[in-house]
């Protein structure tokens, strides 16, 4: 346990004005900071009516004082919430007060920090209280949920304790010389190995959905010039945004809206057109554009129907960074009534559709979704995070190169031994000071 003798407090509510505003505070022994802020010590977990004193026995306000003492309490420590009137004023009064008795100002994210520390909840657990409190969508809510209740930690401790069991089984098989080595025994690690990557594989399906739900995807619209880039963002968005006009060249910016697709976030951009130009306030438009594609997941490149692929367009798809899903759209089927429709090219979807009519719209829709992976969503997504992804997936390249190695037991022996630090990095078992201070700093103040 740390800094046992440390007191932390802030205001756990939102800043303004509110009906209520909470003051909450933990430390090992708060007895003291109670008799002074309240005058005694409330009952355990009860609602208890009280007046918040200053030094001077004069009334700061009066609320709800609620006791948890440690260790059945959030963060593991004595837990008291004070639960005033939520004026930022007379907040800060309550919260000064507190650190008159000795408190400090606890650090963003620090009560769940403590809570980790004093083993209330693992990594990925506390993890899942930001994500939470941040998350943008009704899905996002219940896989944040999800994840918070331990059931994703709950699947990655199964996946670990599996990879345990058959280090065992293949250490003991290294005490034997080569021929004195069952077949069955044989068998048997193969088998389980064979699970292990089934296992790993559907959760890390969830966890990259989860992912994807958390931090949404950025979608780039890019192509010539009065191909209908923003007239397609509008259409998308469902409101007038972006210019739309018939001079070509007339987004200089690049337009950003954010649209909920099925509880998935969308972050669309609406790049200038991607063309050679003299003209340089364009051409500064045209830098960013490039500069966009680093950062996306999805390039949607648009095109005229009625030219269909140009070299142009080749170029631009050709350019683009290989680890975007591509999506070429082509516009203005309404001019020559050509039907709506969608298809897979090699290495892009298509979508043929009019952005002035909308025909065709829920093609292109559908198809963000499936380059994203997410049409069909997995039951109980956990909301997880890029960390977690990678872990898992460091963990399944451990486990392929395992099978590889299995005439060799000691490097078999060493990859089970890297596909399980890396699961026991996701709950946080070994964490570096680095990693939780990275993870903690992000949080809110107050929770
Ligand atoms: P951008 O330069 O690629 O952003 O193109 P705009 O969205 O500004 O559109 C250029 C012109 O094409 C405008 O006059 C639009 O009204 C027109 N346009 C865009 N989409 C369609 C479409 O689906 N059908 C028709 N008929 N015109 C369109």
Excluded at 161 to 190: H, K, N, S, T
Excluded at 291 to 310: M, P, Q, Y
Aim: charged fraction near 25%.
């Amino acid at each position: 346990m740390k800094a046992a003798a440390d007191i932390i407090a802030a205001v756990a509510t939102a800043p303004g004005r509110g009906g209520i505003g909470v003051v909450r505070v933990s430390g090992y022994d708060l007895r003291p900071l109670m008799a002074g802020i309240l005058g005694s010590k409330p009952k355990p977990r009860i609602a208890t009516r009280s007046v918040f004193l200053a030094a001077d026995a004069s009334q700061i306000d009066n609320g709800i004082a609620l006791y948890f003492p440690g260790p059945a309490s959030f963060t593991g420590e004595d837990v008291l919430e004070l639960q005033g009137h939520g004026g930022p004023v007379v907040l800060g009064m309550l919260l000064r007060r507190c650190l008159q008795l000795g408190a400090r100002l606890a650090e963003p994210g620090e009560f769940t920090r403590r809570a980790f520390l004093n083993d209330k909840m693992d990594l990925a657990q506390a993890e899942a209280v930001a994500d939470l409190i941040e998350a943008a969508s009704e899905r996002a809510v219940r896989s944040a949920q999800r994840s918070l209740s331990g059931e994703f930690s709950a699947q990655v401790s199964s996946l670990a304790r599996g990879i345990i069991d058959l280090r065992m089984l293949v250490e003991a098989m290294l005490d034997f010389p080569e021929e004195e080595i069952d077949f069955l025994d044989r068998e048997r690690v193969l088998s389980q190995l064979a699970s292990l990557l089934a296992a790993v594989a559907g959760l890390l399906a969830k966890a990259r959905q989860g992912s994807i739900l958390r931090k949404g995807l950025k979608v780039v619209l890019a192509g010539l010039p009065n191909v209908g880039k923003s007239s397609l963002l509008n259409s998308l968005v469902g409101a007038d945004l972006a210019i739309v006009s018939p001079i070509p060249g007339t987004t200089r910016d690049s337009v950003r809206e954010t649209i909920d697709l099925e509880g998935v976030r969308l972050e669309i951009v609406d790049t200038a057109g991607l063309r050679e130009t003299n003209d340089v306030v364009e051409s500064l438009g045209i830098e960013r554009s490039w500069r966009e594609f680093g950062e996306a997941d999805v390039i949607v490149l648009v095109c005229d129907a009625r030219s269909g692929l140009t070299k142009e367009t080749r170029q631009i798809l050709a350019q683009a960074p290989p680890r975007l899903a591509r999506i070429v759209v082509f516009n203005k089927i309404d001019i020559e009534g050509i039907a709506a429709s969608t298809g897979q090219a090699d290495g892009f979807s298509e979508v043929w559709l009019s952005a002035k009519t909308t025909e065709g719209l829920q093609g292109l829709r559908d198809a963000l979704l499936r380059v994203a992976g997410m049409e069909v969503l997995e039951e109980d997504v956990f909301l997880a995070r890029e960390r977690h992804v990678s872990a898992l997936l460091a963990a399944q390249t451990s486990l392929q190169a395992a099978e590889g190695e299995f005439p060799r037991p000691e490097l078999f022996a060493e990859e089970l031994r890297r596909a399980h630090t890396q699961l026991d990095s996701i709950i946080g078992k070994f964490s570096a000071d680095e990693l939780l201070g990275e993870i903690f700093a992000r949080f809110c103040i107050g929770k």
